[in-house]
């Protein structure tokens, strides 16, 4: 078995921190879309779709409104 190099134990270590990092991403997130679960509020939605976009650091180059309206358009409340 061959010996880890410095610089690979240095990104493992760097993987599992966000992996952390991430997980407490999850749990914001799970929190939050508990505790505003419609998709038919405007104003839940677009907070949830800016939630996602600023902890995930998806940068979305999209109008949000676009997004808000798909998402409500989709009807998933029923689902609920």
């Known amino acids: ?10 990104a493992a270590n760097q993987i599992h921190d966000m992996m952390l990092t ?6 914001i997130l ?17 907070y949830k779709v ?8 998806c940068n979305l180059k999209v109008d949000f409104r676009l997004v808000v309206n798909h998402i409500i358009s989709l009807n998933s409340d029923s689902a609920l």
């Open 50 to 57: 800016t939630l996602v976009d600023r902890l995930y650091t």
């Open 1 to 10: 078995m061959k010996t880890p190099k410095k610089e690979n134990i240095s």
């Open 22 to 27: 991430w997980d407490r991403v999850d749990k």
């Open 30 to 46: 799970y929190s939050e879309f508990e505790s505003f679960p419609r998709n038919s509020d405007p104003k839940e939605v677009a």
